[in-house]
């Protein structure tokens, strides 16, 4: 099981104090759920390492967990990381700070998830039933890609004035503690803006807990919500190591179509995870699911958030904030 850590610098992740950027040397941060699958398979199965080895080189893998898309991104302006998974949201903030300087931009996408906003509350059935009293957990407020969505949704409900009318209803909690919560009940958090498998555990643990919004109906479809990114510098002078961690991501997402039940076992060993198995394979089958590396539908959420003042810099396509390499050509 990865180690859960909570702080961005070096020392305090346990990573490598190797050089930032050195051939061979690949630091992955990733956060909670299965939406991590195609990392978890690609480690598990030393594919990183299988096709480092074709490009000649030894890559030494080194993975940690942090829980929101600001922590990751300071993990990775710091050097602590060399790769960071968040949400499209936190990318779009980092390739908006750093463009013309360290230029963070896209690697590939993660899969294509629905994201669920469920609430414990009978009341609430659209996001316009939200009131005071109620609570939402999401990674990180006002910038995690659930809190983007649920800004867009918001702008759509009620203007893009108030985009960010709901953001004083959030709360920062880590998936597995906001599931946790939404469970039990007795606490504030009485919703939850989360990803699989953790809004399918909440749904399944508290009869109460319904869906009150999918990222999909948001999106208008399918749509990369997590992603990889990382700087120029490290794509530029690591060739051979980016090179096979896209083409182990390439046959993570071959390997989990094919061999569902295998995955879903991979997930549970690697995450420490006493999600049911059942359960898991239930997300990995969702039709709705698809474990593809190309980003899919993220423009839109990329206009919105230059719309309303959130970037300042305007994207015109996805390859404005993916890297122009040929698996992100049929990207949107």
């Keep these: 099981m990865k180690k859960i850590l909570a702080a961005a610098l070096a020392a305090t992740l346990g990573l490598s104090a190797l050089p930032t950027h050195a051939e061979g040397q690949l630091r992955i941060a990733e956060q909670f759920g299965i ?9 598990d199965q030393k594919l990183i390492e299988k096709h480092g080895k074709s490009e000649g080189v030894d890559i030494r893998v080194q993975s940690v967990q942090l829980s929101g898309g600001p922590a990751i991104n300071e993990a990775l302006l710091s050097g602590s990381i060399d790769v960071a998974g968040a949400g499209v949201g936190p990318l779009l903030t ?9 230029n963070v931009r896209g690697i590939a996408s993660l899969g294509n998830f629905p994201y669920y906003l469920t609430s414990s509350n009978p009341a609430v059935r659209t996001i316009a039933d939200f009131s005071d009293k109620d609570r939402i957990a999401l990674p990180a407020v006002g910038v995690s890609v659930q809190s983007r969505i649920l800004q867009l949704a918001s702008a759509r409900q009620w203007g893009d004035s108030q985009f ?10 880590p998936h597995p503690d906001a599931t946790a919560a939404l469970i039990k009940g007795g606490t504030e958090i009485n919703a939850h803006f989360g990803n699989p498998p953790f809004q399918e555990q909440g749904l399944a643990g508290n009869p109460a807990v319904h869906v009150v919004l999918s990222s ?65 394979l239930k997300v990995i089958r969702n039709p709705e699911v698809q474990f593809k590396i190309a980003p899919q539908n993220t423009l839109a959420l990329a206009e919105f958030m230059h719309r309303v003042g959130a970037i300042k810099n305007k994207p015109t396509s996805v390859k404005d904030y993916f890297f122009d390499d040929p698996h992100n050509a049929s990207g949107s």
Excluded: C
Aim: glycine share 4%; proline share 4%.
């Design 216 to 280: 999909y109906d948001v999106l208008g479809g399918p749509a990369s919500a997590t992603v990889l990114y990382t700087t120029e510098k490290f794509r530029k002078e690591n060739p051979k190591t980016y090179r096979a961690f896209v083409a182990a991501l390439a046959e993570a997402a071959e390997f989990v179509t094919r061999h569902p039940e295998q995955a879903a076992e991979i997930y549970q060993r690697n995450e420490g995870s006493k999600v049911p198995r059942d359960l898991l």
């Design 164 to 173: 960010n009318r709901l953001d004083r209803l959030q709360v920062a909690l």
């Design 94 to 102: 980092l390739w908006d700070k750093t463009r013309g300087r360290q």
């Design 35 to 43: 939406v991590y699958l195609l990392l978890n398979v690609a480690q």
